[in-house]
């Protein structure tokens, strides 16, 4: 035997050897049916030849349901709490896991280091599911989860192609919506704050933006484009930005309304009143926008009911993992509610 000469083999020798994903060599030890012949043989023969024996407790835990599901949000505690959106997620999330007698656990995930030991939680198989909110292009994890032969679910989407099971909003529609009704407002001169380029929810937003300027009949203009972070401070950057480079906009699409509380502060330092000299549209219409003065026209996204839907996707995937066939992919509508800011 060429296994180590000391110590106990672990899962991760067994992967090495077998040639296959550490997930699915939990598979095959926790006898799920969703293993090729080949990879259940290469997983059993390199057990032999390690002489590896599975930790019985975590057998008997992987037997049987944990009624826990992991919500995995990778964003710091201050952006979670400033936010109303996750706060909105998370109150549907919670409700709809609630009925169903499953416990919620929730988890930041901000570093490498933090989210290499989520991935040791996960393969300790102590929850049934995770949802994720917030997700970047690129994040390895909804492909990490689904390795280890959990359900996943996500709020919004890494790509157009998402292979992973999510729930969204018509974030194309939001900014179309947006710039529709300034248009029609008679603003000309039209600016948008994007949200990050590493989330398809920003690239969405812009697109509809972009979409709104060609049908309104307005030359596109890129000095017209700053991109944010979703915070309050980011909107304020990017206003600043917008301010220096065109200094006679007439309108602002924030694609949020937290940026837009940001781009409202820096309007009023610089003199300008909201709406007679530049009118002002946000998305999510949270709390954030019914407080502002004057009120925010903001595109409603029905937060709390993609929590619940995302819930109820994963929920069903418990309940018949054996179905197949197309991921769920659910994209909810928008809706523009006008108030005082345009």
Not at 220 to 238: K, M, N, S
Request: glycine content about 10%; cysteine-free.
């Amino acid at each position: 035997m060429n296994g180590r000469q000391s110590g106990r083999p672990t899962l991760e020798e067994v992967a090495a050897r077998a040639g296959v994903g550490r997930g699915t060599v939990s598979r095959v030890i926790n006898g799920s049916p969703r293993v090729s012949d080949q990879a259940r043989e290469a997983v059993h023969r390199a057990i032999e030849e390690l002489g590896y024996v599975p930790n019985q407790a975590a057998r008997a835990l992987a037997g049987s349901r944990t009624d826990a599901i992991a919500l995995v949000i990778p964003e710091a505690e201050a952006r979670l709490f400033a936010e109303p959106y996750f706060l909105d997620i998370i109150r549907g999330i919670s409700a709809e896991l609630g009925e169903a007698d499953k416990q919620l656990l929730l988890t930041l995930v901000r570093t490498e280091r933090e989210r290499r030991r989520f991935e040791q939680y996960l393969a300790a198989q102590r929850v049934d599911g995770v949802l994720l909110a917030s997700v970047h292009a690129g994040d390895p994890l909804p492909d990490l989860v689904r390795e280890l032969g959990l359900p996943v679910v996500l709020n919004g989407r890494r790509t157009a192609d998402e292979s992973a099971a999510y729930v969204d909003s018509d974030n194309a529609g939001a900014g179309r919506a947006a710039v529709a009704h300034l248009a029609g407002r008679g603003r000309r001169r039209i600016a948008t704050i994007t949200g990050p380029l590493d989330m398809y929810v920003a690239r969405a937003r812009l697109d509809g933006y972009r979409e709104g300027v060609a049908v309104a009949g307005l030359a596109p203009d890129e000095l017209l484009i700053a991109t944010g972070d979703f915070t309050e401070e980011g909107g304020r950057r990017a206003m600043r930005e917008l301010i220096e480079r065109v200094p006679d906009l007439d309108a602002v699409f924030a694609a949020s309304d937290v940026m837009a509380a940001g781009a409202r502060g820096v309007l009023r330092e610089s003199g300008r009143r909201v709406p007679e000299d530049v009118a002002l549209v946000g998305v999510d219409d949270s709390a954030v926008a019914r407080l502002m003065d004057p009120p925010l026209t903001s595109v409603r996204q029905p937060i709390e009911e993609m929590g619940r839907t995302m819930a109820r996707v994963l929920l069903q995937e418990l309940a018949d993992p054996s179905a197949t066939g197309e991921r769920p992919r659910q994209v909810l509508p928008t809706e523009l509610v006008v108030r005082a800011s345009s």
